[in-house]
């Protein structure tokens, strides 16, 4: 596996998703200019990573993004990602300029199976047919498509009938990714975040008709003791060692980041089995719904 490193081109979206977790950032910061994204990638090569994300909120609106996948691929990298909300890849000689610059894999996201509820979150008319159509065209140009979904109190439900879905477009793997309490998630967290043993059972049939279909699918910030009979789906056990280049600052090891930073133990963990391996929920996620549900394994 390559170390990675996710490169945020610039903040500007498309979209306005209610559990966004990038704040008001769009309204602060330029789009990186393509000279300084080539230094980033420069810096990261040389620092040990192989593979890239072009992410950001959307980085498909920045205007050199062709140019900055084809430096990338210039210099070496070997794995080269977008990860993009999936409003732009419809849109086939664009999709195709990105495959001939060179990127690797597609990264879309989207949130979930009805287009009322996608588009109700993401806040923009019509963003579920573009991301479907853009999915087709993924798929008719041959290319790896990996599926990123934000479980949350508005979609949960739809999980099993969304993972249908991918199944029968032909995705190459799917992940649902429980919503990370920041900024406008934490703004609206009262209509956003659910329980997440109500959100179980829905996920579980989601990722035992992956099983079956023999398709990868994870979920993420769902420990462990949420989770038992289904540890092969965690994905923090499968992520990369990251390197994330912010707007203003870069965390070196993501890992590190998510367990001193961004996750939560309750003092009960000492006695879980998996107190080792497992991050815990969010740490705003127990500010909200208590400790009640992880119960040491
Ligand atoms: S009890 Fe704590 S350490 Fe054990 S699985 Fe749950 S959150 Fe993780």
New binding site residues.
């Given amino acids: 596996m390559y170390k990675r490193t996710d490169v945020k081109v610039w903040f500007a979206c498309n979209n306005y998703c209610t559990f966004c977790v990038q704040g008001d950032k769009r309204f602060k910061f330029q789009p990186r200019k393509l000279e300084e994204i080539r230094n980033i990638l420069d810096t990261e090569y040389n620092d040990g990573c192989k593979y890239v994300v072009f992410t950001g909120w959307e980085p498909t609106v920045h205007p050199n993004l062709v140019e900055a996948v084809a430096y990338a691929k210039q210099i070496g990298f070997k794995q080269i990602q977008i990860q993009s909300n999936g409003t732009t890849f419809h849109d086939v000689d664009y999709t195709k300029s990105l495959i001939a610059a060179g990127v690797t894999e597609f990264s879309p996201s989207i949130h979930w199976f009805h287009a009322e509820t996608h588009d109700t979150q993401v806040q923009t008319p019509w963003a579920w047919k573009k991301v479907i159509k853009g999915l087709i065209v993924l798929k008719q140009l041959n290319q790896i498509i990996i599926i990123n979904s934000v479980i949350t109190k508005d979609n949960y439900r739809e999980a099993p009938e969304l993972a249908a879905l991918l199944l029968k477009i032909g995705v190459n793997q799917f992940q649902f990714a429980f919503v990370h309490i920041l900024w406008s998630a934490a703004k609206n967290k009262e209509t956003v975040v659910p329980r997440k043993s109500d959100v179980i059972p829905y996920i579980h049939k989601a990722l035992d008709l992956a099983k079956k279909h023999g398709v990868p699918a994870y979920t993420e910030a769902i ?4 989770m038992q009979g289904y540890e092969w789906a965690i994905a923090e056990n499968i992520m990369p060692e990251t390197s994330v280049i912010d707007a203003e600052y870069k965390i070196d090891s993501y890992a590190d980041y998510r367990w001193s930073e961004w996750k939560a ?2 003092k ?2 000492k006695k ?4 080792d391996v ?4 969010w740490k705003e996620y127990p500010e909200i719904y208590g400790w009640d549900e ?4």
């Fill in positions: 420990p462990y003791c949420l133990k309750r009960d963990c879980c089995s998996k107190n497992c991050e815990g929920p992880f119960t040491p394994v």
